[in-house]
């Protein structure tokens, strides 16, 4: 920017025409010019300007005089020089690097060509000479960089990261390289290509997968094209990278084609479809791209041999998993060998007398499993259209309806599971197009309510031993069998038994209120309820809760019949008839405390709901020992031996259960049963620790039979699921913690499993380089598993 005295003189400029006038104007441009021969930057570009266009004019004037005045001619020629000067110093590194550089050259250019109208000699030429002198130092500062950048790349997995950068550095040095930075530009490219990409490429390929194609497809054709004008500059030659890495993906493409098929192979051998079936997506992703290779035909035939040990693994499998596999490598093989015959209608027609086969087998046994029955006739069914031709058919359905007959009249058998298949054969028999016979349900539901209702009136029967229970279990499966309706005698044999029923529960409830048995004619009352219920849901009629009612309101009422000490009912000899599985209170006392009558009546209530086999409601167990805790200082020495057994029933039905969901892999299911265990166990840890091992107890099941599955498997030389070991070893964590430091046995049992999992992975690995990064990522999901669990040992598999 012009100073004010400065700024004045380039505004005197320009006035007049006369000698006077232009040394006036020279002078004016001295003023400004005056310790002006360095200039910096952009500064008081514009003087220089108006400077350089005085002088241009003020040499026309002089120059169209008949007689120049040499004077004034040399004096304009110094201010050039000055100029000259000025432009000159501005240029550097630090000016051609500015964003506006390109507006800045027009600039100082222009000023340059007014000096050269002045001049005898042009600075035009040296001035732009200066410039490009500048720019290609700018250019050099790029290429420095570029060069740094490909030497930096020691990470090949940032490799397209890099080629971005470098192609950017690449379009800056195109902007006005010259020859020389351009054959240094090159051979940097070159290193490039060859160094980088030449032999990194192929590795990452292998690793990132076939997108990393799609992600450099671009970059390298700009990359290419860049370089292709780079070598235009510098006289060269540029061999392309594209067909480079066109020919790497295929070679790249063909080795992972046949690692994935040798992993395939493998993981058939050794039944693991599930590993078969990750190993044929892996595969099935690299085929394409490995179109080309002169070992296509081989590949094909490995993929024949491979599709053929698929074939042989499925029919030899029983699973039902079987036939997603089959599924799976069906798409598979529409893709890639369209003209193999697909394997699942194969596998379906091959499987079909599987489950004929299953269900006669389970038959046979002696304890037979219900569920497995009715999944074969459900599969059965489902490949009726196959199996109705079968010879032997008719005979095994005729045998399957003789065995439900059977076992509809075993008090132990699940009714409702019975009562299901009968269902289920009724729907699928004439799916198979057999013989019309009489429906098997209805025949059952009347046979199932007849036996249960003549073992009830047996029971009943009994003048010692009566078993309260299994007369209420028979009522009850006699109202679940829902026949259609009851015939003159099974009505009749209904109301016989209700009618007993309440002939021998009267007689113990007056027994029991004659001798202020509070907590046993709770009970009795509680009994009648279900009774009745249950007679209702079997179409029959009682009312033994309301007669005993009747006999308690009598016996409170003041009466001439007797007094306390000679009773007018002093009962039988019979057994009382409680609750199911009540026992008399272990203390009674003359007058029960309402703290005692109420805590008696939650025990009888938990033996009641525990000697039912089915359909325990965990709720009400824990509403019932939550309010005895508030009761039990004042109950504790009568009533600890009752809660104490009834906790040790609980205690072996929850470890049952815990072992069961277990097994089972049903994680949500055991989640539940021990948070339940949990709050049992701070409950009877208020009321004088009666159950002190029972969490403990529970815990153990569940984890004992994790360990058990897990040893299981690893004990398999060949088809061992490590996925399913490492599933048992995650659900410990669910019992580790509340099993604590006690559970020594647990503890040596899980670092016996943990050394032989390392022992047969580290093998794994050594023998296996394909499997590798598989493995790699199993270790780290183990480690992760065993971390923090006692007794598993260090988590260091992975590294």
């Not at 001295?30 to 310790?35: M, R, T």
């Not at 046949?258 to 992703?285: S, W």
């Not at 259209?385 to 007959?405: I, K």
Request: negative net charge.
């Amino acid at each position: 920017h012009l100073s004010s005295c400065g700024s004045r003189g380039v505004d005197a400029m320009g006035s007049g025409g006369s000698k006077l006038d232009v040394k006036h104007r020279i002078d004016e441009v001295e003023k400004a010019c005056a310790g002006k021969k360095i200039g910096t930057g952009k500064d008081e570009l514009d003087v220089m300007k108006k400077c350089s266009e005085e002088l241009r004019a003020a040499m026309d004037e002089v120059a169209a005089k008949s007689s120049p005045d040499l004077h004034l001619i040399d004096r304009i020629g110094g201010l050039s020089d000055i100029i000259y000067c000025n432009l000159e110093s501005r240029i550097t590194l630090e000016l051609v690097q500015l964003a506006d550089a390109a507006d800045v050259h027009k600039a100082i250019m222009d000023i340059a060509e007014d000096l050269d109208s002045v001049r005898a000699t042009k600075v035009s030429p040296k001035v732009q000479q200066k410039w490009t002198e500048a720019e290609q130092q700018k250019y050099a500062q790029i290429l420095k960089e570029l060069a740094e950048l490909i030497k930096g790349l020691t990470d090949i997995s940032k490799l397209p990261e890099a080629l971005d950068e470098v192609n950017q550095k690449l379009e800056a040095l195109l902007q006005g390289v010259k020859k020389e930075l351009a054959e240094r530009t090159l051979a940097q490219c070159s290193g490039f290509s060859t160094a980088k990409f030449g032999k990194g490429f192929p590795g990452l390929l292998q690793k990132e997968g076939p997108d990393l194609l799609e992600r450099v497809r671009a970059p390298v054709a700009k990359f290419d094209a860049s370089a292709q004008q780079v070598a235009a500059v510098a006289e060269g030659s540029w061999e392309a990278l594209a067909p480079v890495l066109a020919k790497q993906s295929v070679q790249v493409a063909t080795h992972m084609v046949k690692v994935t098929l040798q992993q395939a192979a493998v993981e058939l051998a050794q039944d693991n479809f599930d590993g078969a079936t990750t190993a044929f997506a892996q595969m099935q992703i690299w085929w394409p791209h490995s179109e080309g290779s002169e070992e296509k035909e081989a590949l094909n035939e490995s993929l024949g041999k491979v599709l053929d040990l698929a074939d042989e693994r499925s029919f030899a499998c029983e699973a039902e998993s079987i036939s997603d596999f089959a599924a799976k490598l069906d798409a598979l093989c529409s893709a890639l060998a369209p003209s193999r015959a697909a394997l699942a209608p194969r596998l379906a027609e091959r499987r079909a007398l599987g489950p004929l086969k299953q269900l006669q087998e389970e038959m046979e046994k002696e304890d037979a499993n219900l569920e497995n029955l009715l999944s074969s006739l459900k599969d059965m069914a489902a490949a009726a259209e196959t199996l109705a031709t079968v010879e032997g058919l008719e005979a095994a359905m005729s045998a399957l309806d003789n065995f439900l007959q059977q076992k509809s009249q075993s008090v132990e058998a699940d009714l409702a599971k019975v009562l299901e298949i009968a269902g289920c054969y009724d729907e699928t028999r004439p799916k198979l197009s057999l013989p019309d016979t009489s429906p098997l349900l209805p025949r059952i539901q009347v046979l199932l309510t007849s036996s249960s209702l003549q073992r009830a009136r047996e029971e009943l029967c009994k003048d010692h031993g009566l078993n309260p229970a299994l007369v209420l279990q028979l009522v009850k499966r006699a109202g679940e069998a829902e026949p259609a309706e009851l015939d003159d005698e099974m009505t009749a044999l209904l109301q016989e038994v209700a009618d007993k029923t309440c002939e021998r529960m009267c007689e113990s409830f007056r027994s029991a209120v004659a001798e202020g048995q509070e907590a046993k004619v709770q009970g009795l009352l509680k009994f009648a309820d279900s009774f009745d219920a249950a007679c209702a849901a079997a179409k029959g009629t009682s009312h033994i809760q309301e007669k005993l009612k009747e006999i308690h309101a009598a016996a409170e009422a003041p009466a001439d019949e007797g007094t306390a000490d000679h009773p007018a009912d002093e009962g039988t000899d019979d057994p009382a008839l409680p609750a199911e599985g009540a026992d008399d209170p272990a203390a009674p006392v003359e007058e029960a405390s309402p703290e005692y009558t109420a805590a008696a009546a939650k025990i009888s209530q938990m033996e009641e709901m525990l000697s039912q086999e089915t359909g325990m409601n965990p709720n009400v167990i824990l509403k019932d020992l939550t309010e005895l805790v508030e009761l039990w200082p004042s109950v504790a020495t009568q009533l600890s031996e009752r809660l104490a057994t009834q906790l040790s029933v609980l205690q072996q039905r929850m470890a049952s259960a815990c072992a069961a969901a277990s097994a089972e892999d049903q994680e949500a299911k055991l989640k539940a049963l021990l948070a339940f265990a949990h709050k049992v166990h701070d409950l009877q840890h208020q009321m004088d620790d009666c159950a002190p091992d029972f969490n403990f107890a529970v815990c153990s099941a569940g984890a004992a039979q994790d360990l058990t599955d897990a040893e299981t498997e690893l004990s398999k030389e060949t088809g061992m699921n490590p996925v399913a070991v490492l599933k048992n070893i995650r659900n410990l964590r669910l019992y580790w913690q509340a099993l604590g430091s006690s559970a020594e046995q647990l503890h040596q049992r899980l670092g016996a499993m943990c050394d032989l999992m390392r022992s047969r992975i580290t093998s794994s690995y050594e023998q296996n380089p394909e499997k590798r990064p598989n493995l790699l990522k199993f270790s780290a999901a183990f480690d992760a598993a065993i971390k923090d669990l006692e007794g598993a040992g260090e988590a260091n598999l992975a590294e």
